[in-house]
């Protein structure tokens, strides 16, 4: 199960939710793009020189090799390493294909190369057969996700130019624009597509590697850590493993972030890109969530920080009684004061819709012991005693909010989303160790 960094916390600044369109374009339809300075063969051997010096999880020399990439020239990448992986595979082979697409009942349209850049290609297929062909794969995989997490953060750049991924900025409801991607996290998924577990194996199965599951599981922590969102990576994740509690956990606490007013706000104002993107509706992204964090559950009955967010997700679809034993049982078994927290918070505002208010006030009052410095519980007590008509406590208990420094972290409620994000660093630290064992000494 997964195992958090202590003290870990996320500082959330800007949203920034990662989309990609339904219909990909292709390289021939991109305009507008400045004159290649590399040839194909040319970035391939790039990219195979950067797979051989970068050490995972480290934020080394190598990933400046994509510095002056563009989204094309990522993209064409895809191609020219799948024509020399049919080399690794079959050093006899001399017909290539495009790489294989979602299924479209079109066939792949062949790819030529001149006689100079099939030499080039056997060359590369060379090198790159030596390192094996799965962990090759993987440190690739590897190397792009860290070209992302360890350099900008982001899987965009300006002035990079393409139809089919785009990032869609936000902050405090209000959209900010939109910029092209580079889709480096594009590339690694396609990498991991290719992995064979068996090698008798005709077809790839990467469900069956699992690395890969781990590799996943970093990807959805490092989008919850950062609120970088790209749905379409994240669900194949899911895909592959529907039936793994931690994928199943994380991707369910990304549809509860998704279904937040942050983001469905914004949203709310740009509807073609929540279709783009595959955002539902609050109410759909609050259904998927629910049956996500149901799944862990059910898979790992003390999987109590699941059953907490599961609790919140019933309490957010006014589904109360069914959330005070989910949230009374995980508390139970939690032991971190912040999921503590959370939680006696959730369980208070189920108990007042309840009508038992005497449960719900000693849940806040929990609350505001673990986090005496926190807004959130004080209002919450306050609104309670309004609500019985107690206007006096109301007011002396919202003047109490009103002389706390209210200094950033004060209250965890603010970084509820990000929470989870936590289980990145070690996560990545584990994938990254993981292939450093398995590199020559």
């Not at 990079?160 to 889709?183: E, N």
Request: charged share 25%; glycine share 6%; aromatic share 8%.
């Amino acid at each position: 199960m997964l195992r958090p960094v202590a003290g870990r916390r996320a500082q959330p600044l800007l949203v920034v939710v990662c989309l990609a369109a339904v219909a990909a374009v292709g390289l021939d339809a991109q305009t507008g793009e400045r004159p290649p300075k590399y040839s194909r063969l040319q970035r391939l051997e790039q990219w195979t020189a950067a797979l051989e010096r970068h050490q995972p999880g480290e934020a080394d020399a190598a990933l400046a090799t994509f510095a002056d990439w563009s989204a094309p020239e990522f993209a064409e990448l895809k191609t020219t390493f799948y024509s020399a992986l049919q080399l690794v595979r079959a050093s006899t082979t001399r017909t290539f294909f495009q790489p294989p697409a979602a299924p479209t009942g079109r066939q792949a349209r062949q790819v030529f190369y001149s006689r100079g850049e099939l030499r080039q290609l056997l060359e590369l297929a060379k090198r790159l057969k030596t390192l094996g062909e799965n962990h090759m794969l993987r440190r690739g995989a590897m190397l792009h996700a860290d070209a992302v997490m360890l350099g900008t953060g982001n899987d965009v750049r300006d002035g990079s130019r393409r139809s089919d991924f785009f990032v869609f900025r936000f902050d405090d409801g209000q959209g900010l624009g939109r910029q092209d991607a580079l889709g480096q996290w594009e590339v690694g998924r396609f990498l991991l597509e290719q992995i064979r577990p068996d090698p008798r194996d005709f077809r790839p199965k990467p469900a069956g590697d699992d690395w890969v599951r781990r590799w996943y599981r970093t990807l959805i922590a490092y989008q919850l850590a950062q609120m970088h969102f790209n749905v379409a990576d994240a669900e194949r994740g899911l895909e592959l493993f529907p039936d793994d509690p931690e994928i199943l956990f994380l991707e369910g606490i990304l549809h509860e972030t998704l279904a937040s007013p942050a983001i469905q706000e914004p949203m709310r104002r740009a509807e073609e890109i929540r279709r783009s993107a595959g955002v539902r509706s609050a109410d759909g992204e609050l259904d998927v969530a629910e049956d996500l964090l149901r799944h862990a559950v059910k898979l790992d009955p003390s999987f109590a920080e699941g059953r907490l967010h599961l609790g919140r997700v019933l309490v957010e679809r006014d589904q109360h009684m069914a959330a005070l034993p989910e949230l009374t049982r995980a508390l139970s078994q939690i032991r971190d004061q912040t999921l503590q927290y959370y939680g006696q918070m959730f369980l208070g505002r189920a108990a007042a819709e309840t009508g038992d208010a005497a449960r719900a006030r000693a849940a806040f009052e929990r609350a505001a012991a673990l986090r005496p410095a926190a807004q959130s519980p004080l209002l919450a007590l306050s609104q309670l005693a309004y609500s019985r008509g107690d206007s006096g406590e109301a007011a002396a208990l919202f003047a109490r909010v009103a002389e706390l420094p209210a200094l950033d972290g004060d209250d965890p409620w603010w970084i509820y989303s990000t929470t989870a994000g936590r289980f990145f660093a070690p996560s990545h630290r584990e994938i990254a160790e993981d292939l450093r064992k398995e590199m020559p000494r």
